[in-house]
């Protein structure tokens, strides 16, 4: 049983060099990748080009540019309006801020909680391990996050769906009133580049990944499995042969009682 005991007691301090360096590895992981989620979304701006062709050439504009850009609201441009005067200011259809700014204020707390993460694991992980509450603290915010991320990449998957559809020129050109006249002449001349954006939503469920496989590393820095695994059972690969050194073999001779009876008579 001691035995047992000093073998459990030493297979757990030779694993624990080894897992440290990984855990703080994956935290970097965790770190970069959280960066890449909201930079990729916080620091996106786009622009796609119209062009509108009035009977009357002089009030033509064909380059009519669009921009817009992170948190995607008040999106507006001016479109001539082919009846001379001034042009007509048109907005966008939708605004589309909530689930940015979510998706982006979930990728910077994530980056800063692994950030303190990293530093107290590698600082202070005596007083981490201290009665266990830090474990169990760092569980309940990693699944918080895992889930947080799930919610937010989600949303914001959909905002990005509906912000293609808000910036699409086609559906752009119906909005402007000089294009429903037969008489003018509206096309797009470039589209919008919408891979940043893509590779946001990317980002964001690589995340939900990363930190729902984040829980098992820190689920087993709470020890709560440690009692149900059990040491293992040395066997010896030969068997053990029986010590003949304390058995004693007692031979006895004696007459055949026959003979010692014809003798007496």
Request: proline share 5%; charged share 20%.
């Amino acid at each position: 049983m001691q035995e047992e005991q000093d073998y459990h007691l030493q297979s757990r301090h030779s694993a624990q060099p080894l897992r440290r360096p990984l855990y703080d590895m994956f935290l970097l992981v965790l770190q970069f990748f959280a960066i890449f989620a909201f930079s990729t979304c916080g620091s996106y701006s786009g622009m796609f080009k119209m062009s509108v062709e009035c009977k009357n050439r002089t009030e033509s504009d064909l380059s009519i540019e669009v921009e817009f850009e992170y948190p995607f609201r008040s999106v507006y441009f001016d479109a001539p309006t082919c009846k001379g005067g001034n042009p007509e200011r048109l907005f966008l259809v939708g605004d589309y801020s909530s689930s940015a700014e979510f998706f982006v204020t979930i990728g910077v707390f994530a980056f800063l909680y692994s950030t303190a993460a990293l530093s107290i694991y590698v600082f202070v992980f005596d007083k981490y391990k201290e009665n266990n509450k830090g474990p169990l603290i760092d569980l309940g915010v990693t699944a918080v996050f895992a889930f947080m991320w799930l919610v937010s990449s989600a949303a914001w998957a959909k905002g990005l769906s509906d912000v293609k559809m808000a910036t699409d020129p086609d559906k752009v050109i119906t909005l402007i009133d000089a294009c429903n006249n037969e008489e003018n002449r509206c096309r797009e001349v470039h589209d919008p580049v919408m891979s940043g954006l893509n590779t946001s939503v990317a980002f964001g469920f690589i995340n939900l990944i990363l930190w729902a496989g984040n829980l098992w590393f820190v689920f087993k820095e709470t020890g709560i499995i440690a009692p149900f695994m059990r040491a293992p059972v040395q066997t010896s690969s030969h068997r053990e042969e029986p010590d003949f050194n304390h058995i004693q073999i007692y031979q006895t001779h004696t007459k055949p009682r026959c003979s010692h009876w014809f003798m007496q008579s």
